[in-house]
């Protein structure tokens, strides 16, 4: 996964063609067929069906970081964008794993095809 992330990250911050085909080309490389097909998957913009309603989201992280939840929601309502607030809300956890791609899609969030 922090090797998508990265994947991510390089691709974002820059609009050159041939940093971002460069890019790719080492991730490809060295992925797994299954971290490949998710990668693709994703980058071509395609979702995973909802599987916890955003308000529910907005509860739990409000209280994991010990905050209001009326500070949360004036935090979304500036930032835009509910995974994002979410991720610089929570610290990182202190034993960070690096699980492959497709274990977090298909065994973490259980992901069903849908």
Request: aromatic share 12%; proline share 4%; hydrophobic share 45%.
């Amino acid at each position: 996964m922090n090797r998508f992330a990265k994947l991510f990250t390089s691709l974002d911050q820059t609009t050159r063609t041939n940093i971002k085909i460069a890019a790719l080309a080492e991730y490809f490389d060295s992925a797994s067929p299954a971290d490949a097909a998710w990668t693709i998957y994703f980058l071509s913009g395609q979702k995973l069906r909802r599987l916890i309603p955003a308000k529910l989201l907005r509860q739990w992280w409000s209280e994991a970081a010990n905050i209001e939840s009326w500070l949360f929601d004036e935090c979304y309502e500036i930032v835009g964008d509910l995974a994002e607030v979410m991720a610089l809300i929570l610290p990182s956890p202190a034993g960070e794993s690096d699980l492959p791609l497709q274990v977090r899609v298909t065994e973490r969030l259980s992901y069903c095809g849908g």
